[in-house]
Every structure is written in structure tokens, then in C-alpha cells.
């Protein structure tokens, strides 16, 4: 099955400052990754998600990038503000395929 | 719209008892999923279901049994919780697959078993 490894597993910054988390995937045949935000006793919900036929997707202060030769995707976060802590989880999917694969997670804190 | 709700939100048992929790959704999605969420593991597929009186297994899940009388709602039971299922259930559900579109999750039930 799919293997998503996600890092850093935690990152502090400076309010304004960008934030950059990465991960990879193992299965060539995955087309869809999406990216869930968690906050403190919540839900995760998505924030952002990209396609295989697309390198990169922007949504205000957010955006991802998508390499699939190398099977690999981030997400950048610009201008940080403390609302930006929380959970981050990258996932992955196929077509067709009802399920994502996640992360571990990565505890984004944005200091003052 | 409620979106997706989960009851109860807290619960702690003891080794060895049962429990349903249940999750209900009011946006007419046909997919719907129980995961389990553990510190550094990330969010785990326990079962799924792609539409009423349909269940699959996913990655982990011995253990656990699940139920989808209604569109709407999703059951897991526990039917002699263990210790190792200590842990963060969500459910999420989705219009279509879960390729391409988008899981919505409801806020969790922490779960403490002894």
C-alpha cells in the first residue's frame, strides 16, 4: 500500500516568517494529496489540495508544490500568524481509490 | 448543517468491555470512514463504507466491527476494548471516493480504556 513519510515532525517560526513542511510518497499511481490542518481538540480539515496534473496550486497565503518524478509534495505557508498553529497532515490517494494515506503529522508553532 | 457530528466525546472503560460509538452525517454523503489518530502515527484507516449497508476494512482493523444501516450514520464497536485501543476516533465522510474529493471530519472521540 501507500507510504507517506511526512517532515519535520515539529517547526517553530517567527510570526512572519514561512513555514515548510515536505513528504513523500511511495506509490507512482497516487493522483491526489491533499493537505488536512488539525487544531487543538478539533478535526483536521482541509486547507489546500493539488492534482497530478498540476506543480503547483496557490490559495492566498498558503500554497503546494507537486513533484512527481521525484514523489514528492510540500507545503508552504508565507507571512505566518499565530492562527497558523496547529496539526499540519500531508496525505496521498489514487483514482478511484476511497481511501488517503496520511502523515504522521507535523506541530507547526507560530511564535510572537 | 451540522456537517459530521460524533458521539459520545469522552469515554473511559475498562479492559475486556464494549461500546458503539456513533457518527452521523447530515450532508447526504455516500462514503464514509472511522479512523484512529495516535501520537506520531498520524491518522489510520480502520473501516469504511462506500454507501448504506456497505463496510470494507482498512489498514488497521482488528479488533473493531462496524455498521452502516443508514446512510447517514456509521457505527464502531468495540465489542472487549483493549488497552492498545487507547487512542482519538474519527469519522469523516465524503460525496464521492476519496480521490478527489474532499473528507470532512467530525471533532473526535477520545477513548481511555484501562
Known amino acids: 500500500g501507500e507510504n507517506v513519510e511526512q517532515h519535520p515532525s515539529t517547526l517553530s517560526v517567527q510570526e512572519g516568517d514561512s513555514a515548510v513542511i515536505k513528504c513523500t510518497y511511495s506509490d507512482s499511481a497516487s493522483n491526489y494529496f491533499p493537505w488536512y490542518k488539525q487544531e487543538l481538540g478539533k478535526g483536521p480539515q482541509l486547507i489546500i489540495d493539488i492534482r497530478s496534473n498540476v506543480g503547483e496550486k496557490k490559495d492566498q497565503r498558503i500554497a503546494v508544490t507537486l513533484n512527481k518524478t521525484a514523489k514528492h509534495f510540500s507545503l508552504h505557508i508565507t507571512e505566518t500568524q499565530p492562527e497558523d498553529s496547529a496539526v499540519y497532515f500531508c496525505?496521498?490517494?489514487?483514482?478511484?481509490?476511497?481511501?488517503?494515506?496520511f502523515g504522521a503529522g507535523t506541530t507547526v508553532t507560530v511564535r510572537a | 448543517n451540522a456537517g459530521v457530528t460524533q458521539t459520545p466525546k469522552f469515554r473511559v472503560l475498562k479492559t475486556g468491555q464494549s461500546m458503539t460509538l456513533l457518527c452521523a452525517q447530515d450532508m447526504n454523503h455516500e462514503y464514509m470512514y472511522w479512523y484512529r489518530q495516535d501520537p506520531g502515527m498520524g491518522l489510520r484507516l480502520i473501516h469504511y463504507?462506500?454507501?448504506?449497508?456497505?463496510?470494507a476494512k482498512g489498514e488497521v482493523p482488528d479488533g473493531y466491527n462496524v455498521s452502516r444501516l443508514k446512510k447517514q450514520n456509521f457505527l464502531l464497536g468495540l465489542e472487549s476494548a483493549a488497552p492498545s485501543q487507547t487512542s482519538v476516533y474519527f469519522c469523516?465522510?465524503?460525496?464521492?471516493?476519496?480521490?478527489?474529493?474532499?473528507?470532512?471530519f467530525g471533532p473526535g472521540t477520545r477513548l481511555t480504556v484501562l
Open positions: 496525505a496521498a490517494s489514487r483514482r478511484n481509490d476511497y481511501k488517503l494515506s
Open positions: 463504507s462506500v454507501g448504506e449497508g456497505t463496510t
Open positions: 469523516a465522510s465524503s460525496y464521492a471516493s476519496g480521490s478527489f474529493d474532499t473528507q470532512y
